[in-house]
Every structure is written in structure tokens, then in C-alpha cells.
């Protein structure tokens, strides 16, 4: 657990440092507004400390609704940033390298893929959870026996039902989906609280 935890405060301390030093001082001369800067990062430590060492000894059976609204918060907050310290970073790299190369095309390639990132976890937080794919595989072989020549397996990944505890119809949508496929097998894998 503390290995995992070092790498959390690392995940999130080093692009807001970054961004601090490189663009927070340079432009805002208000200590309140640099201060400001720190808030959602210290927010987000503060509820990955309660839910990981203040909650009791199994946080992640008994709050598994809460650790997953954590963790989009803090993806919604990290990747964009961290997405933004990457370009702003390459930029940096390629003025040192060829002088006349400019650093702001890079900034704000940077501020654009870190709002994309933003919007898109957003959207895949709201809209996309409930946006069932489906995705048919024939599959041929001789070593298959002749009486499984039609079977059907429906295999559900990705599920994350922990975050419809608010919304049974999605899960009712997603059984009724599953019932139209007619399938002789059903396949559980990966994330599904």
C-alpha cells in the first residue's frame, strides 16, 4: 500500500509542480491565487488518504462507489495536467535544442489535448457509461468440435456496475442487450465493480 501511495503523490504532485514553477509564478503575482493552484491537488490527496487509511482495514469493498468517483476526479484533474507537462516539456526539449524553435506552439498543443482529455473522461463519465458496444467475432477452426457450429458466447467486460447503484434502468438496458443476443454462454471479465 505505501508503494502505491508514493506513486499516487508522485502521479499528482509532479505536473502541478511543474505548471506551478513554470507558469503559476511567472504569471500571477497574487499569493491567494497561487495558493488557489494547490487546492484541487490537496482535495484530491486528502480524500485518497481518508478512503485509503482513515476508513477502516477494506476501503475498497466498502466504498467502492466513493473510491470510483475519486478516482475520475483525480483522472480528470491529473491526466490533463500531466498531458499538458508532456508537451510543454517537448517544447522545452526542442528550444534547447534548435534555439529558434518556439516553445508556445507547444503550450498550446498541449492546453488543446488537455482540454480534449478533460472533456472526453467527462463524457465518458456521464454519457459514455451507459453506451453498450457491441462487437460481433466469428470464429473458424478445425480443432472445434462440429456441434458447437453456432454456439454463442456473449462475453460483458468493463462493466463498472458499482457506478449504477443510482441507475437500474442502465443495468436493466444491459441485461435486455445481452437477452437479444441469444447467447448459450456468458463470459464476466474485467471490471465490473
Not at 495558493?35 to 476508513?55: D, E, I, K, R
Not at 517544447?91 to 498543443?109: D, N, Q
Request: charged share 15%.
Amino acid at each position: 500500500m505505501h508503494r502505491v501511495t508514493l506513486v499516487f503523490i508522485l502521479f499528482l504532485l509532479i505536473p502541478d509542480l511543474y505548471i506551478y514553477l513554470v507558469y503559476v509564478i511567472r504569471k500571477t503575482r497574487k499569493a491567494f491565487l497561487r495558493g488557489l493552484h494547490w487546492l484541487p491537488t490537496l482535495l484530491l490527496a486528502a480524500g485518497y488518504v481518508y478512503f485509503m487509511f482513515l476508513t477502516g482495514d477494506n476501503a475498497m469493498s466498502n466504498h467502492t462507489q466513493a473510491i470510483g468517483r475519486l478516482a475520475i476526479t483525480i483522472m480528470l484533474f491529473v491526466f490533463p495536467k500531466t498531458i499538458f507537462m508532456l508537451c510543454s516539456l517537448v517544447g522545452v526539449l526542442a528550444h534547447f535544442i534548435i534555439r529558434r524553435c518556439p516553445r508556445s506552439p507547444f503550450t498550446a498543443i498541449g492546453a488543446v489535448l488537455a482540454i480534449i482529455s478533460f472533456l472526453n473522461i467527462l463524457y465518458g463519465t456521464f454519457a459514455g457509461i451507459t453506451r453498450f458496444d457491441i462487437k460481433e467475432v466469428e470464429y473458424c477452426s478445425a480443432d472445434i468440435p462440429k456441434g458447437f457450429d453456432g454456439y454463442r458466447i456473449v462475453q460483458l467486460s468493463d462493466i463498472h456496475i458499482g457506478s449504477w447503484q443510482g441507475n437500474p434502468e442502465a443495468i436493466k438496458q444491459l441485461v435486455d442487450l445481452v437477452n437479444r443476443q441469444k447467447p448459450d454462454l456468458i463470459v464476466f471479465t474485467g471490471d465490473l465493480v
